[in-house]
C-alpha cells in the first residue's frame, strides 16, 4: 500500500467585452478589473479540472515496541506499545525522561515531573554493592536500545529486568533516611470450611 499526492487543478473562465484602443490596452483594463474584484468568476465559470500525481510515498506500519511496564504496587507487565512520542508519554502520564543505570543496552523511561508531582515511589534503583541512590516515581517503562532510539526488549533482556523489578516495594521515611521494603504477594484467599452437621444417633 503507497500514499499519493494528487493537485487538483480547476478551471474557471470567463469572456468580458471591453472598449480599448489595441488589444494590449484591453488586457490591461481586464486585468486591472479582475485585480480590483470587478470579475469574480464562480461556478458558472467552470470549464473543466484535471489530475496529476505530484509525489509518492510507501506506508509503513506503525512501529511497536515489546517492553516491561512497571506500575507501583504491581509485578511488571510485558505490553505492546507504540514508539511514537505520545505514546510513550501516555505510558508514564506526562513529559518523559529516559535515564540510563545498566550495563546492558536498556533505559528506563519515567515520567520526568513524577517526583514533583507527587506520584508514589516505585522502584529503588541500586548500585553495584545493592545500596539504593535513587527512586523511580509513578510508572515507569523498561525498554531497550537500538542504534539511534530505543528499541525492543530481546526476551532475556525482558525475563532479566522482569525478575530485577518483579518486587513491589514500600518506601518509608525514617528522618533524613529512606527505608526500601519489599511488597509481600498476599496469599490466595482459602474458602472457609463449612462444617459437616453433627451426626445425633436417632
Not at 500514499?3 to 472598449?19: G, P, S, Y
Not at 486585468?31 to 484535471?50: I, K
Not at 528499541?151 to 518509608?172: D, G, I, N, V, W
Amino acid at each position: 500500500m503507497k500514499k499519493f499526492d494528487v493537485e487538483i487543478t480547476e478551471t474557471l473562465q470567463r469572456t468580458v467585452t471591453v472598449e480599448a484602443a489595441s488589444r494590449e490596452e484591453a488586457e490591461r483594463m481586464v486585468d486591472r478589473g479582475w485585480c480590483n474584484g470587478d470579475y469574480v468568476l464562480n461556478a458558472e465559470d467552470y470549464v473543466g479540472v484535471d489530475f496529476k500525481t505530484t509525489g509518492e510515498h510507501e506506508l509503513s506500519e506503525k512501529k511497536m515496541l515489546d517492553v516491561l511496564l512497571v506500575k507501583p504496587n504491581e509485578h511488571p507487565q510485558k505490553v505492546s506499545i507504540g514508539a511514537e512520542l505520545k505514546d510513550l508519554q501516555e505510558a508514564v502520564g506526562g513529559s518523559i525522561d529516559a535515564v540510563y543505570p545498566f550495563a546492558d543496552p536498556v533505559a528506563i523511561i519515567c515520567n520526568d515531573e513524577g517526583k514533583l508531582m507527587g506520584l508514589p515511589l516505585n522502584r529503588a534503583l541500586r548500585d553495584e554493592d545493592g545500596q539504593m541512590y535513587d527512586a523511580v516515581a509513578g510508572t515507569f517503562l523498561v525498554v531497550g536500545l537500538g542504534e539511534e532510539d530505543f528499541a525492543s526488549l530481546t526476551p532475556e533482556l525482558a525475563q532479566k529486568y522482569e525478575q530485577l523489578f518483579h518486587q513491589p516495594e514500600a518506601f518509608l521515611k525514617l528522618g533524613n533516611r529512606l527505608l526500601v521494603l519489599p511488597v509481600p504477594d498476599e496469599p490466595p484467599t482459602e474458602k472457609p470450611r463449612v462444617k459437616p452437621p453433627a451426626e445425633h444417633d436417632r
